[in-house]
């Protein structure tokens, strides 16, 4: 079956450039999408299609998918950033979410 | 309001059935794929299964394939989870989700744009 590998953690200081990757077998050859979930909330869409934003989404997110890695940019990180993101895709009419990124900003 | 409200929730014994609904408001709920994802608690989420916009195609995860039944009523605006068959391992909070697009098959590629709140379910004797 189809996996998606994301690192268990991240840290970033504020104002800086996080990257959070999403690695697959020729996952370049799919679309991924990204959500962000906060303690105790439901997931948010962040990037789907590889780079598209959803209305409302701030424009420091942005997505890029190639090879065997997708990768969710946060630039200028923010504390209201601290969060868990998670990577997916589809792989034969089934969903595929990687297990999930901690990102900490301090 | 875009809303995805989730119920039937609840204490079930292991081996035993369970079923989940989902009320949809604020959009064309026929024009969407819909999809249920669970997440066990302190865990990552886990998709659980998804339906086309007009209940032609369905996809099931392998850990709940034969025991899980999704359905829809586009007359009702309200997605289903039949959950037979309980195992501890399904205890998990259960999330209703709607897709961008219309499909669940192979060239499905969109993403999950409003999720409701969840509803807990609880495996154990």
């Known amino acids: 079956s189809y996996e998606l590998a994301q690192p268990p953690s991240v840290s970033v200081s504020p104002g800086q450039t996080a990257s959070i990757t999403c690695s697959g077998e020729k996952l370049g050859g799919k679309y991924a999408c990204w959500y962000q979930q906060k303690s105790g909330q439901s997931p948010v869409l962040l990037i789907s299609?590889?780079?598209k934003r959803p209305s409302g989404i701030p424009e420091r997110f942005s997505g890029s998918n190639s090879g065997n890695t997708a990768t969710l940019t946060i630039s200028g990180a923010q504390p209201m950033d601290e969060a868990v993101y998670y990577c997916?895709?589809?792989?034969?009419?089934?969903?595929?979410f990687g297990g999930g990124t901690k990102l900490t900003v301090l | 309001e875009v809303q995805l409200v989730e119920s039937g929730g609840g204490l079930v014994q292991p081996g035993r059935s369970l079923r989940l609904s989902c009320a949809a408001s604020?959009?064309?709920?026929?024009?969407?794929?819909m999809h249920w994802v669970r997440q066990a608690p302190g865990k990552g989420l886990e998709w659980v299964s998804g339906i086309s916009w007009n209940g032609g195609s369905v996809g099931y995860a392998d850990s709940v394939k034969g025991r899980f039944t999704i359905s829809r009523d586009n007359t009702k605006n309200a997605l289903y989870l039949q959950m037979n068959s309980l195992r501890d391992e399904d205890t998990a909070l259960y999330y209703c989700?709607?897709?961008?697009?219309?499909?669940?098959?192979?060239?499905?590629?969109?993403?999950?744009?409003?999720w409701g709140q969840g509803t807990t379910v609880t495996v154990s004797s």
């Open positions: 997916q895709a589809w792989d034969s009419g089934i969903v595929i």
């Open positions: 989700a709607k897709a961008q697009g219309m499909l669940v098959n192979p060239t499905a590629h969109d993403g999950l744009d409003v």
């Open positions: 604020g959009f064309t709920f026929d024009d969407h794929g």
């Open positions: 299609q590889d780079t």
